[in-house]
């Protein structure tokens, strides 16, 4: 049985009264587990997902599990994730061409999500404060193919100098006590003491503060907890009411088992019951809490900053963009029509960048744009996250691997076909899926896996 903290029963007895009891046992119940399609990649029913379970207010979401090493996983087909936590994506509710922020994004739940709802049209800016994780969130984000994100590694407060008004939704999935995973991650109740709520609602207010600022009028501010305390959560969203005269609640649509806000864990304020509550011993999925709140008022004046240096020293030289243009086009003619004024170069590295996104060169970046791949003497090799932007069914050059070649492949091996390909690089596909590039010389495949997304074992 789950140890809770005896500070933590007392705070529950006392504010869920008869329901406590039903709320402590079903901590150490077992929780039903899911997963989603990324709906960016072709149709792949030959994959055998499990899909006969839908999950019936998620798009494309499914109750069951996928293997972290199955090839739908490591293709960015599939994203595991805990069904409350897709709820909020869910709510998020992105439409395409819209520009989107996920200021505490790691390791990439939302953000798969929101990707897949733009299609490909808008702006996805991905942060993360801190810098391990952001390595996941872009691992993560990698391997779901979508071109039009941008990864930062930043403190929100620089967001709020740098991009100020500059975005339609801005996500909020606050760091918090985490209480709503104590079943899913014991190690959770080690952090939690009484005061923890208290010190996590300070840290939520200055995010937010800086959140706010990044957003346009007219646009709407998710913000989700995974915790029970209502210091994090009705109280977060009564204070933002107060302290942002401008700011309302959006009714959010609640399905079976879902709960509404609590007023009377904030200020009373009625308008609270248009947030939701997910508690474990009414609904399936990890303990959340969502709120979304649109931002009244017209465009305030921006201050526009000169172009930050960066921008400028990074134009793609004729030369190299003829070396982009003749490698890609070997292997698909989908780069065919794009300007050379939408590719930036750092370091040798090539990102797409479009002419449109806000200037994010006076920020920490993981990604500034679709990375494409490194310039190396006199040649171009692509990467990794290119390929698994490409669909091997449009005119893409590719080889198909079995699977036994598609472990070995990913293991980092060399491959040997049993016919000769056409020499150079080529997208690989296993079961028709696309993983990654190759490049073919004769009936070898060099091996390209960067080197952290090798299976170990
Ligand atoms: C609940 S997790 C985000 C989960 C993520 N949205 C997802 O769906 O996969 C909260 C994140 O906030 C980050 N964080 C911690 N302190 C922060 C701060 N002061 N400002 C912004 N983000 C912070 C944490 O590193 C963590 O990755």
């Known amino acids: 049985m789950l140890k809770l903290p005896q500070d933590f029963i007392e705070k529950y007895q006392t504010l869920l009264g008869d329901e406590a009891e039903a709320f402590f046992k079903s901590l150490d119940e077992d929780v039903q587990k899911g997963f989603r399609i990324n709906s960016l990649k072709p149709h792949a029913d030959h994959l055998q997902i499990d899909t006969s379970h839908p999950i019936p207010f998620i798009k494309d979401g499914y109750y069951g599990t996928v293997s972290g090493r199955s090839l739908a996983h490591q293709a960015g087909y599939v994203y595991s994730q805990d069904i409350s936590a897709m709820y909020v994506g869910q709510v998020v509710d992105v439409q395409p061409g819209e520009t989107v922020l996920d200021l505490c994004a790691a390791p990439g739940g939302k953000s798969t999500h929101i990707a897949q709802q733009l299609n490909n049209q808008g702006l996805l800016v991905s942060n993360e404060i801190n810098h391990k994780r952001a390595s996941i969130l872009v691992e993560n984000l990698e391997r779901f193919g979508a071109k039009n994100v941008i990864i930062l590694n930043e403190d929100p407060s620089h967001l709020a100098q740098n991009l100020k008004q500059r975005f339609d939704k801005v996500v909020v999935d606050a760091p918090c006590s985490g209480e709503g995973m104590f079943r899913k991650d014991h190690s959770a109740i080690k952090y939690w003491h009484r005061d923890y709520p208290t010190e996590c609602a300070a840290r939520q207010r200055k995010i937010l503060a800086d959140a706010i600022q990044t957003l346009k009028p007219g646009g709407e501010l998710i913000y989700s907890t995974c915790t029970f305390s209502p210091e994090e959560d009705e109280q977060i969203v009564s204070w ?31 308008e609270l019951t248009k947030t939701v509550r997910l508690m474990p011993h009414h609904f399936k999925g990890e303990g959340q809490f969502v709120a979304k709140l649109h931002l009244n008022g017209k465009p305030g004046k921006v201050k526009t900053k000169k172009k930050n240096k960066k921008q400028n020293q990074s134009q793609l030289t004729s030369d190299q963009f003829a070396l982009w243009q003749q490698t890609i086009n070997h292997i698909t003619d989908e780069w065919a029509d794009v300007k050379r004024s939408n590719f930036k170069v750092f370091n040798n590295h090539l990102y797409y960048f479009d002419r449109d996104w ?33 669909n091997p069914d449009e005119g893409t050059a590719k080889v198909e691997l079995s699977l036994d070649q598609w472990e070995k492949y990913m293991h980092g091996e060399t491959v040997t076909l049993s016919n000769s390909a056409s020499n150079g690089w080529t997208l690989l596909t296993c079961e028709g899926v696309g993983f990654a590039f190759g490049k073919v010389v004769g009936t070898t495949v060099k091996n390209f896996i960067p080197k952290g997304l090798r299976f170990l074992n």
Do not use: H, Q
């Open 358 to 390: 806000p200037d994010i060169f006076a920020m920490k970046y993981m990604r500034p744009g679709l990375y494409l791949g490194e310039f190396k003497k006199k040649r171009f090799e692509p990467s990794y996250n290119l390929a698994l932007t490409l």
């Open 240 to 270: 933002l009411l107060t302290t942002y005269p401008d700011l309302e609640l959006v009714e959010i649509p609640k399905f079976e088992g879902m709960d509404a806000g609590w007023p009377d864990f904030a200020d009373g304020n009625p």
